[in-house]
């Protein structure tokens, strides 16, 4: 048991249910199966990519955050394996628009333009999945690659955080080592 005037350290996950990266995963998680839904009706095998790869973004952020708690090294994977599903569902939407013969948005298009800025301003996914459940399929695609790529580098931002924490405070087996040598008093 830790002494009263040390922490300890173990450290708790604490609520991440309004961190704007675990935010941005549900949109994305929801958006995905209001789209599959309604536009994916022809391919079950690519259907259930895009829901596993949404959900699987989500479920790793939570999961990573969570066990980050006790492993550095276990967070920094699973926020990986987010990543890398994330980059799955883009590729899917990407490919959902050239095969059917729909237009991508330049980065430069106005369209592109207010839809990087109502991404970045709203984390509310019941008021986004609203939004786009009013769109067209090649609307809600190209908003999703907007969506897609900022949650991508809210991702790399979160990866850089956890980086540096670990070079300023060091891994778990570092703090049980420490609390280990205070609590023996060297």
């Excluded at 995905?32 to 895009?50: D, G, I, N």
């Excluded at 999703?144 to 580098?153: F, G, N």
């Excluded at 670990?166 to 778990?172: K, P, Q, R």
Aim: hydrophobic fraction near 35%.
């Amino acid at each position: 048991m830790a002494a009263p005037n040390n922490p300890g350290f173990l450290r708790q996950a604490g609520d991440f249910s309004n961190w704007n990266v675990y935010r941005k995963s549900v949109i994305v998680s929801d958006v995905t199966e209001l789209f599959v839904r309604r536009h994916m009706t022809y391919s079950k095998k690519t259907e259930e990519q895009m829901r596993q790869a949404a959900r699987s973004c989500k479920q790793n952020i939570v999961e990573g955050v969570t066990d980050g708690a006790v492993s550095v090294e276990l967070c920094i994977k699973l926020l990986g394996v987010a990543k890398g599903s994330l980059r799955e569902l883009l590729e899917d939407y990407g490919d959902f628009l050239r095969q059917n013969g729909l237009e991508t948005w330049a980065p430069t298009d106005p369209r592109t333009r207010q839809t990087r800025r109502y991404c970045k301003a709203d984390n509310d996914p019941a008021t986004f999945v609203k939004k786009c459940s009013e769109r067209s399929a090649e609307t809600i695609a190209n908003i999703m690659l907007t969506q897609c790529r900022q949650l991508d580098t809210m991702l790399s931002a979160v990866l850089r955080r956890v980086e540096r924490d670990f070079l300023a405070s060091g891994g778990i087996k570092e703090k049980m080592s420490a609390t280990r040598r205070q609590l023996r008093g060297y």
